[in-house]
Protein backbone atom coordinates (compact mmCIF):
# COMPACT_ATOMS: atom_id res chain seq x y z
CA UNK A 1 0.00 0.00 0.00
CA UNK A 2 3.12 2.45 0.56
CA UNK A 3 5.58 3.16 -2.76
CA UNK A 4 8.12 1.16 -2.73
CA UNK A 5 10.29 4.16 -4.27
CA UNK A 6 10.18 8.00 -3.24
CA UNK A 7 11.84 9.71 -5.75
CA UNK A 8 10.42 12.71 -3.80
CA UNK A 9 13.24 12.38 -0.55
CA UNK A 10 15.84 13.13 -2.75
CA UNK A 11 14.23 16.26 -3.56
CA UNK A 12 12.71 17.67 0.31
CA UNK A 13 15.38 20.88 0.30
CA UNK A 14 17.54 22.61 -1.47
CA UNK A 15 20.45 21.38 0.24
CA UNK A 16 19.67 17.44 -0.02
CA UNK A 17 18.87 18.93 -4.28
CA UNK A 18 22.22 20.11 -4.44
CA UNK A 19 23.86 16.94 -2.93
CA UNK A 20 22.20 14.91 -5.76
CA UNK A 21 22.47 16.96 -8.70
CA UNK A 22 23.56 15.12 -11.95
CA UNK A 23 24.92 18.54 -13.65
CA UNK A 24 27.17 21.58 -12.91
CA UNK A 25 27.57 24.23 -15.71
CA UNK A 26 31.06 25.65 -14.50
CA UNK A 27 31.69 29.37 -15.59
CA UNK A 28 35.03 27.96 -16.17
CA UNK A 29 33.82 26.45 -19.13
CA UNK A 30 31.28 29.79 -20.49
CA UNK A 31 32.68 31.04 -23.63
CA UNK A 32 31.32 34.58 -24.27
CA UNK A 33 31.32 35.85 -27.93
CA UNK A 34 32.04 39.20 -28.72
CA UNK A 35 32.11 41.72 -31.51
CA UNK A 36 33.80 44.18 -32.04
CA UNK A 37 33.76 47.18 -35.31
CA UNK A 38 36.53 49.33 -36.54
CA UNK A 39 35.98 52.99 -36.59
CA UNK A 40 32.68 52.82 -34.48
CA UNK A 41 32.25 56.17 -32.40
CA UNK A 42 30.22 54.80 -29.29
CA UNK A 43 29.26 51.13 -28.10
CA UNK A 44 26.14 50.46 -29.83
CA UNK A 45 23.36 47.67 -27.91
CA UNK A 46 22.13 45.39 -30.36
CA UNK A 47 18.45 44.86 -31.40
CA UNK A 48 17.07 42.22 -29.43
CA UNK A 49 20.01 41.00 -27.24
CA UNK A 50 19.94 43.20 -24.32
CA UNK A 51 23.50 43.51 -22.85
CA UNK A 52 25.06 42.24 -25.83
CA UNK A 53 27.47 45.41 -27.57
CA UNK A 54 29.35 45.91 -30.88
CA UNK A 55 32.40 47.34 -29.12
CA UNK A 56 35.44 49.82 -30.52
CA UNK A 57 38.54 48.86 -29.21
CA UNK A 58 38.51 51.22 -26.94
CA UNK A 59 35.28 50.18 -25.08
CA UNK A 60 36.63 46.61 -25.33
CA UNK A 61 39.43 46.10 -22.17
CA UNK A 62 36.49 47.15 -19.52
CA UNK A 63 34.04 44.17 -21.27
CA UNK A 64 37.54 42.21 -21.42
CA UNK A 65 37.90 42.84 -17.70
CA UNK A 66 34.69 41.79 -16.87
CA UNK A 67 34.81 38.48 -18.19
CA UNK A 68 38.23 38.24 -16.32
CA UNK A 69 36.02 38.52 -12.94
CA UNK A 70 33.50 36.35 -13.95
CA UNK A 71 36.08 33.99 -14.23
CA UNK A 72 34.56 32.62 -17.43
CA UNK A 73 37.28 30.52 -19.56
CA UNK A 74 37.24 32.41 -23.39
CA UNK A 75 36.13 35.13 -25.27
CA UNK A 76 35.46 34.51 -28.96
CA UNK A 77 36.13 37.57 -30.77
CA UNK A 78 34.28 38.79 -34.24
CA UNK A 79 35.15 41.51 -36.08
CA UNK A 80 33.17 44.03 -37.97
CA UNK A 81 35.66 45.70 -40.67
CA UNK A 82 34.82 49.29 -41.69
CA UNK A 83 35.38 48.30 -45.62
CA UNK A 84 34.46 45.15 -47.43
CA UNK A 85 35.61 43.14 -50.50
CA UNK A 86 34.88 40.59 -52.14
CA UNK A 87 37.51 38.32 -50.95
CA UNK A 88 37.02 39.55 -47.70
CA UNK A 89 40.82 40.94 -47.96
CA UNK A 90 40.72 42.61 -44.07
CA UNK A 91 40.25 39.30 -42.60
CA UNK A 92 44.44 38.27 -43.41
CA UNK A 93 45.42 41.89 -43.03
CA UNK A 94 47.92 42.25 -39.94
CA UNK A 95 45.67 45.79 -39.82
CA UNK A 96 42.10 44.37 -39.98
CA UNK A 97 39.69 44.93 -37.12
CA UNK A 98 39.74 41.07 -36.06
CA UNK A 99 43.22 40.88 -36.12
CA UNK A 100 44.67 44.04 -34.41
CA UNK A 101 41.22 43.61 -31.47
CA UNK A 102 42.96 40.03 -31.11
CA UNK A 103 46.10 41.43 -30.02
CA UNK A 104 45.02 44.19 -28.00
CA UNK A 105 43.23 41.45 -25.91
CA UNK A 106 45.88 38.95 -25.75
CA UNK A 107 48.42 41.68 -24.65
CA UNK A 108 45.51 42.18 -21.79
CA UNK A 109 44.38 38.89 -20.82
CA UNK A 110 47.92 36.65 -21.41
CA UNK A 111 46.98 32.78 -20.91
CA UNK A 112 44.41 34.17 -18.29
CA UNK A 113 41.51 33.49 -20.23
CA UNK A 114 41.33 31.34 -23.39
CA UNK A 115 41.42 33.61 -26.55
CA UNK A 116 39.16 32.91 -29.62
CA UNK A 117 38.96 34.29 -32.81
CA UNK A 118 36.64 33.38 -35.07
CA UNK A 119 37.42 32.16 -38.41
CA UNK A 120 35.24 32.70 -41.24
CA UNK A 121 34.84 35.32 -44.04
CA UNK A 122 31.38 36.35 -43.60
CA UNK A 123 32.21 39.26 -41.50
CA UNK A 124 34.69 40.51 -44.29
CA UNK A 125 32.92 39.53 -47.39
CA UNK A 126 30.74 42.33 -48.94
CA UNK A 127 28.56 39.37 -50.32
CA UNK A 128 28.56 38.30 -46.82
CA UNK A 129 29.05 34.60 -47.39
CA UNK A 130 31.35 32.80 -45.09
CA UNK A 131 33.44 32.06 -48.04
CA UNK A 132 34.59 33.47 -51.95
CA UNK A 133 32.74 33.03 -54.85
CA UNK A 134 33.46 31.65 -58.15
CA UNK A 135 32.39 33.40 -61.31
CA UNK A 136 28.97 31.33 -61.10
CA UNK A 137 28.32 33.15 -58.05
CA UNK A 138 28.39 30.25 -56.23
CA UNK A 139 30.27 29.80 -52.63
CA UNK A 140 33.95 28.28 -53.89
CA UNK A 141 35.07 25.84 -51.66
CA UNK A 142 38.57 25.26 -52.30
CA UNK A 143 39.50 28.74 -53.07
CA UNK A 144 38.01 29.91 -50.19
CA UNK A 145 40.19 27.12 -47.80
CA UNK A 146 43.44 29.08 -49.59
CA UNK A 147 41.95 32.34 -48.06
CA UNK A 148 41.25 30.38 -44.59
CA UNK A 149 44.18 29.13 -44.19
CA UNK A 150 46.11 32.17 -44.63
CA UNK A 151 43.70 33.63 -42.26
CA UNK A 152 44.22 31.28 -39.94
CA UNK A 153 48.09 32.30 -39.75
CA UNK A 154 47.63 35.92 -39.69
CA UNK A 155 45.16 34.94 -36.40
CA UNK A 156 47.70 33.26 -34.94
CA UNK A 157 50.54 35.47 -35.06
CA UNK A 158 48.14 38.24 -33.64
CA UNK A 159 48.07 36.22 -30.82
CA UNK A 160 44.53 34.11 -30.69
CA UNK A 161 44.75 30.87 -28.40
CA UNK A 162 42.41 28.78 -30.47
CA UNK A 163 40.51 29.88 -33.92
CA UNK A 164 37.11 28.94 -34.35
CA UNK A 165 36.48 27.55 -37.62
CA UNK A 166 32.87 28.71 -38.45
CA UNK A 167 32.87 28.74 -42.54
CA UNK A 168 31.03 24.72 -43.04
CA UNK A 169 33.85 24.39 -46.05
CA UNK A 170 34.62 21.08 -46.39
CA UNK A 171 38.17 20.39 -45.06
CA UNK A 172 38.66 23.72 -43.26
CA UNK A 173 39.90 21.96 -40.11
CA UNK A 174 42.99 20.40 -42.22
CA UNK A 175 43.84 22.89 -44.01
CA UNK A 176 43.90 25.47 -41.29
CA UNK A 177 45.68 22.70 -38.76
CA UNK A 178 48.39 22.36 -41.77
CA UNK A 179 48.43 26.01 -42.51
CA UNK A 180 48.89 26.91 -38.76
CA UNK A 181 51.49 23.97 -38.39
CA UNK A 182 53.60 25.02 -41.19
CA UNK A 183 53.81 28.83 -39.51
CA UNK A 184 54.96 27.04 -36.39
CA UNK A 185 51.66 27.61 -34.82
CA UNK A 186 51.24 23.56 -33.72
CA UNK A 187 50.17 25.02 -29.91
CA UNK A 188 47.26 26.97 -31.62
CA UNK A 189 44.11 24.97 -30.87
CA UNK A 190 40.81 24.58 -33.46
CA UNK A 191 37.61 24.70 -32.61
CA UNK A 192 35.84 23.17 -35.14
CA UNK A 193 31.69 23.88 -35.80
CA UNK A 194 31.67 20.52 -36.91
CA UNK A 195 27.95 20.40 -36.71
CA UNK A 196 26.21 23.77 -37.72
CA UNK A 197 22.80 24.19 -39.43
CA UNK A 198 21.37 26.39 -41.52
CA UNK A 199 19.31 28.47 -38.66
CA UNK A 200 16.61 30.88 -38.67
CA UNK A 201 18.03 31.36 -35.40
CA UNK A 202 20.89 33.44 -36.40
CA UNK A 203 18.50 36.56 -36.90
CA UNK A 204 19.76 39.28 -34.26
CA UNK A 205 23.86 38.11 -35.17
CA UNK A 206 23.33 39.31 -38.75
CA UNK A 207 22.31 42.42 -37.22
CA UNK A 208 25.50 42.36 -34.64
CA UNK A 209 28.24 41.89 -37.75
CA UNK A 210 25.64 44.03 -40.40
CA UNK A 211 25.62 40.99 -42.48
CA UNK A 212 25.38 41.91 -46.40
CA UNK A 213 24.14 38.36 -46.98
CA UNK A 214 21.22 38.07 -49.49
CA UNK A 215 19.59 34.79 -49.60
CA UNK A 216 20.92 31.80 -47.25
CA UNK A 217 23.92 29.94 -46.44
CA UNK A 218 22.35 26.55 -47.37
CA UNK A 219 24.76 25.19 -49.70
CA UNK A 220 27.12 25.15 -46.78
CA UNK A 221 25.42 25.00 -43.87
CA UNK A 222 23.49 21.77 -42.91
CA UNK A 223 19.83 21.08 -43.24
CA UNK A 224 18.04 21.00 -39.77
CA UNK A 225 16.24 17.92 -40.79
CA UNK A 226 19.32 15.92 -40.76
CA UNK A 227 20.91 13.98 -37.74
CA UNK A 228 22.97 11.30 -39.58
CA UNK A 229 24.71 13.99 -41.53
CA UNK A 230 26.33 15.25 -38.27
CA UNK A 231 27.75 12.29 -37.65
CA UNK A 232 29.51 12.86 -40.45
CA UNK A 233 30.69 15.93 -40.27
CA UNK A 234 31.54 15.89 -36.33
CA UNK A 235 33.77 12.46 -37.89
CA UNK A 236 35.63 13.97 -40.43
CA UNK A 237 36.68 17.36 -38.43
CA UNK A 238 38.07 15.06 -35.79
CA UNK A 239 40.11 13.19 -38.67
CA UNK A 240 40.91 16.96 -39.57
CA UNK A 241 42.17 17.42 -36.47
CA UNK A 242 39.85 18.63 -34.65
CA UNK A 243 40.61 19.99 -30.57
CA UNK A 244 37.11 20.80 -29.79
CA UNK A 245 33.62 20.58 -31.75
CA UNK A 246 30.98 22.12 -31.17
CA UNK A 247 26.98 22.33 -32.24
CA UNK A 248 25.83 25.37 -33.31
CA UNK A 249 22.62 26.35 -32.58
CA UNK A 250 21.96 24.53 -29.59
CA UNK A 251 18.86 24.26 -28.12
CA UNK A 252 17.05 22.83 -31.18
CA UNK A 253 20.02 20.47 -31.28
CA UNK A 254 20.32 18.88 -28.18
CA UNK A 255 20.04 15.13 -29.75
CA UNK A 256 23.00 15.88 -31.74
CA UNK A 257 24.97 17.48 -28.73
CA UNK A 258 24.27 14.32 -27.25
CA UNK A 259 25.44 11.88 -30.15
CA UNK A 260 28.43 13.99 -30.33
CA UNK A 261 29.11 14.11 -26.87
CA UNK A 262 28.75 10.23 -26.91
CA UNK A 263 30.69 9.95 -30.18
CA UNK A 264 34.25 11.81 -29.76
CA UNK A 265 36.64 11.08 -26.98
CA UNK A 266 37.66 15.46 -27.15
CA UNK A 267 35.36 18.06 -25.74
CA UNK A 268 32.37 19.16 -27.09
CA UNK A 269 31.16 22.98 -27.25
CA UNK A 270 27.03 23.97 -27.93
CA UNK A 271 26.55 27.44 -28.70
CA UNK A 272 23.50 29.01 -27.49
CA UNK A 273 22.72 31.67 -30.51
CA UNK A 274 21.29 35.10 -30.97
CA UNK A 275 18.08 34.05 -31.77
CA UNK A 276 17.56 31.36 -28.89
CA UNK A 277 18.91 34.12 -26.45
CA UNK A 278 16.59 36.53 -28.33
CA UNK A 279 13.60 34.49 -27.54
CA UNK A 280 14.10 33.86 -24.18
CA UNK A 281 14.33 37.90 -23.62
CA UNK A 282 11.55 38.23 -25.00
CA UNK A 283 9.25 36.14 -23.56
CA UNK A 284 10.92 37.75 -19.96
CA UNK A 285 10.61 41.48 -20.97
CA UNK A 286 6.69 40.46 -21.75
CA UNK A 287 6.56 39.15 -18.06
CA UNK A 288 5.54 35.63 -19.54
CA UNK A 289 8.60 33.69 -18.01
CA UNK A 290 11.16 33.91 -15.34
CA UNK A 291 14.30 35.61 -17.04
CA UNK A 292 17.26 34.30 -14.80
CA UNK A 293 15.70 30.80 -13.65
CA UNK A 294 15.13 30.10 -17.90
CA UNK A 295 18.68 30.98 -18.49
CA UNK A 296 20.14 28.98 -15.80
CA UNK A 297 17.41 26.20 -17.40
CA UNK A 298 18.64 26.86 -20.59
CA UNK A 299 22.42 26.38 -19.71
CA UNK A 300 21.62 23.28 -17.73
CA UNK A 301 19.39 21.62 -20.81
CA UNK A 302 22.85 22.16 -22.68
CA UNK A 303 24.97 20.59 -20.08
CA UNK A 304 22.72 17.54 -19.44
CA UNK A 305 22.48 16.95 -23.23
CA UNK A 306 26.32 16.60 -23.06
CA UNK A 307 28.21 19.65 -24.09
CA UNK A 308 31.18 20.17 -21.77
CA UNK A 309 31.79 23.84 -22.80
CA UNK A 310 28.58 26.59 -23.49
CA UNK A 311 29.41 29.33 -25.61
CA UNK A 312 26.78 32.08 -24.75
CA UNK A 313 26.28 35.85 -24.54
CA UNK A 314 24.79 35.47 -20.90
CA UNK A 315 28.09 34.22 -20.11
CA UNK A 316 29.40 36.66 -17.45
CA UNK A 317 25.81 37.59 -15.84
CA UNK A 318 25.55 33.39 -15.82
CA UNK A 319 28.54 32.90 -13.74
CA UNK A 320 27.27 35.40 -11.31
CA UNK A 321 23.99 33.54 -11.04
CA UNK A 322 25.61 30.19 -10.75
CA UNK A 323 27.98 31.69 -8.09
CA UNK A 324 25.07 32.83 -5.94
CA UNK A 325 23.09 29.96 -6.88
C1 LIG B 1 29.08 32.97 -39.30
C2 LIG B 1 28.46 32.93 -37.96
C3 LIG B 1 27.10 33.09 -37.67
C4 LIG B 1 26.97 32.99 -36.30
C5 LIG B 1 28.23 32.79 -35.76
N1 LIG B 1 29.14 32.73 -36.83
C6 LIG B 1 25.99 33.43 -38.54
C7 LIG B 1 25.69 32.62 -39.71
O1 LIG B 1 26.19 31.51 -39.89
O2 LIG B 1 24.92 33.11 -40.50
C8 LIG B 1 25.68 33.12 -35.56
C9 LIG B 1 25.77 33.27 -34.10
C10 LIG B 1 24.51 33.67 -33.45
O3 LIG B 1 23.43 33.74 -34.07
O4 LIG B 1 24.57 33.95 -32.25
N2 LIG B 1 30.45 32.87 -39.29
Redesign the pocket.
Known amino acids: MFPAERPRRLRASAAIRNLVAENQVDPAQLIL ?1 MFVKEGLAQPREIKGLPGVLQHNLESLPAAIDEALAAGIGGVML ?1 GIPADRAAQGSQACDTHGILNVAIKQVRQQVGDRLVVIA ?1 L ?1 L ?2 FTDHGH ?1 GVLAADGSVDNDATLEVYAAMAVKLAEAGAHML ?1 A ?2 MMDGQVGVVRAALDADGHQEVSILA ?1 AA ?1 YA ?1 A ?6 D ?2 E ?1 E ?1 KGD ?1 KTY ?1 QDPRNLRESLREIRLDVEEGADIVMV ?2 ALSYLDIVREARLMVDIPVAA ?7 AMLEAAAASGLIERERSILEMLHSVKRAGADIICT ?1 WAVEAAGLLRSN
Open positions: PFDCDECGSGYKSFYGPFRAVSLRQKPYIVSGEMY
